[in-house]
């Protein structure tokens, strides 16, 4: 059975900085695109960062690019979103996810993932 288990999130003040961990269980995850995505209240659901199998490439969304890091350790199961500089408007759910792939591409809509994790809160204060 997968399974994605976040964790790292919490209460902040601007300009600080967290580390999330997304733990995957049940599968080879090397071979699997992974995203973060972050849901703030009132708002859709929204990509975030992206890491494509074999960690060979990633993408992010402009709101945290240069801020953000997406990374994967060495066997594949556990993603980390460094989250540096970070601004009230980065207060949400973050979720992890990740898609069974053989592409390169890193999928940028929730409907192409294929598991969820349950979300971890963060809250940044000004």
């Known amino acids: 059975q997968v399974q994605l288990v976040e964790s790292g999130g919490g209460l902040v003040q601007a300009g600080d900085s967290l580390r999330l961990s997304c733990a995957a269980s049940?599968?080879?995850?090397?071979?699997?695109?992974m995203g973060w995505f972050r849901q703030g209240p009132g708002k859709e659901r929204e990509f975030v960062a992206g890491i494509s199998r074999r960690n060979a490439y990633t993408y992010y969304a402009d709101s945290v690019k240069g801020r953000f890091t997406i990374s994967r350790d060495h066997a594949g199961n556990t993603v980390y979103l460094q989250m540096n500089s970070l601004k009230p408007e980065d207060t949400a759910v973050y979720y992890c996810?990740?898609?069974?792939?053989?592409?390169?591409?890193?999928?940028?809509?929730?409907?192409?993932?294929?598991?969820w994790g349950q979300g971890t809160q963060v809250t940044v204060s000004s």
């Open positions: 996810t990740a898609q069974q792939t053989t592409g390169w591409r890193i999928p940028r809509s929730r409907d192409e993932y294929d598991y």
């Open positions: 049940g599968r080879t995850f090397g071979t699997y695109a």
